[in-house]
């Protein structure tokens, strides 16, 4: 198992790699390992990104435009790698990207880069066998979405197929941050439980500390996406310190929070 839940929840941090540009990526994502999140996804960027919100598109639309490819995000997994044994690091991608590059070879170049496995966001269950043998021989674990909407039957083949932790999405829709946590996220959780003792990784909306902590109560993890790269978009030129501050103010809600309940 290459992730360790050591925290409840355990943060796992989203970057767009290539926005605003590589070099400073790879800060961002050295600060935020240093400040505590215990997984990083580094985002391949798409030019057409229909699971994301406008925030996730914008940081795209600016990683496309100085040509951030999925060949620079591998590269930049094995610099981050070389800085960083602890934490966790999967590639978040689509899978055309994959697809042009080819599978087999995806697999071969993750793995040396140093990575854990890798999320393809729009790829099936159903279509899945090839991505999930290559990636068995290297050793990468495999992370499928799961949905409020998905049914029984569903959940338990993704919890089948799935290898180091399950991606449950709190709630329907694109990613973006939100308000309140709906309560849909915890009862897909609990579903989940029936199927797999897998850690279990809730994402899609989570964007203030006390609700990255309101998931420690049901869940080994939680995803924060779309507010990092809004605090990337909104702090040009202190990138990196900016999002080291906000992941800081996440994990220490939830920090104070366990020790009250111990």
Known sequence: MPFHFDHKPSLVAYVTCGDPDLLTTREIVLAAIEAGAGIIELGVPFSDPLADGPVIQRASERALEHGTSLEQVLKLAAEI????????????????PILQMGMQKFCKVARHAGL??????????????????EARKNDLVTIFLAAPTSTDRRLKQIAEVSTGFVYAISRTGVTGARQQMPEDASGLVRRLRRFTKLPVAVGFGISTPEQFASVGKFAEAAVVGSAIVQT????????????????????????QLSAQNR
Not at 116 to 133: C, K, Q
């Open 116 to 133: 854990d496995g890798a999320l393809i966001t729009d790829l099936p269950v159903e279509e899945s066998a090839e991505y999930r043998g």
């Open 232 to 255: 990337i978009e909104r702090n040009p030129g202190r990138e990196a310190s900016a999002v080291a501050e906000f992941v800081r103010q996440l994990t220490a809600v939830s920090s």
């Open 81 to 96: 790698r070389e800085h960083s044994q602890s934490a966790g690091l999967i590639v978040f991608s689509y899978l055309n």
